[in-house]
T-cell receptor, first 117, second 114 residues
Framework: GAVVSQHPSWVICKSGTSVKIECRSL??????MFWYRQFPKQSLMLMAT?????????EQGVEKDKFLINHASLTLSTLTVTSAHPEDSSFYIC?????????????FGDGTRLSIL | GDSVTQMEGPVTLSEEAFLTINCTYTATGYPSLFWYVQYPGEGLQLLLK?????DKGSNKGFEATYRKETTSFHLEKGSVQVSDSAVYFCALSDRGDSSYKLIFGSGTRLLVRP
């Protein structure tokens, strides 16, 4: 149980285009999802916390107009990288938590590798 | 603020060797502690967790004990396999933070040689 699906797994696109990444909880409802960015051989950097039915909470230094997050249902959150540029190339990972308790683990998608040419 | 410190990698071991990856934490509240594993090109998988002092989490031969007195959560395995080669992340979630977000360590890369 507690499967999180992320799509696409790999995307290559031209500079200036927008890219949407989907994160779905397949067998549970997730009121809260998280979006991370990971640089090669580094730890995960939390970008934002996505709450169903409300605005996302962005971490300091993350441009909310650049990284648009929508959490329209209890099983789907999307991250849109707008007007992407080469410096946005990275590995993006989402996660979802089962339930509302702090001691519940987050379950992660397999990540999306974004390459901007 | 809360933080997690892991030992620097990479850790290189021969198959069947004993593994320890050190993890210590600082937290203002009473955190839950987790170990996650990341295989190349993939997301993170929950390996084990412990939610209170003296709890021992275990899975797939790995185990870690929540030590409040030393603020540690070291990961151990008695006999590693080549398939255990991956990056291991220690993390905490603190009830004092209403978002209950995870605070990660820097990760420790494990390489197991045949």
């Amino acid at each position: 149980g507690a499967v999180v699906s992320q799509h696409p797994s790999w995307v290559i696109c031209k500079s200036g285009t927008s890219v949407k990444i989907e994160c779905r909880s397949l067998d549970f409802q997730a009121t809260t999802m998280f979006w991370y960015r990971q640089f090669p051989k580094q730890s995960l950097m939390l970008m934002a916390t996505s709450n169903e039915g409300s605005k996302a909470t962005y971490e300091q230094g993350v441009e909310k107009d650049k990284f648009l997050i929508n959490h329209a249902s209890l099983t789907l959150s999307t991250l849109t990288v707008t007007s992407a540029h080469p410096e946005d190339s990275s590995f993006y990972i989402c996660s979802a938590r089962v339930g509302r308790q702090f001691n519940q683990p987050q379950h992660f998608g397999d990540g999306t590798r974004l390459s901007i040419l | 603020g809360d933080s997690v410190t892991q030992m620097e990698g990479p850790v290189t071991l021969s198959e069947e060797a004993f593994l320890t990856i050190n993890c210590t934490y600082t937290a203002t509240g009473y955190p839950s502690l987790f170990w996650y594993v990341q295989y190349p090109g993939e997301g993170l998988q929950l390996l084990l967790k412990a939610t209170k002092a003296d709890d021992k989490g275990s899975n797939k031969g790995f185990e870690a004990t929540y030590r409040k007195e030393t603020t540690s959560f070291h990961l151990e395995k008695g006999s590693v396999q080549v398939s255990d080669s991956a990056v291991y992340f220690c993390a905490l979630s603190d009830r004092g933070d209403s978002s209950y977000k995870l605070i990660f360590g820097s990760g420790t890369r494990l390489l197991v040689r045949p």
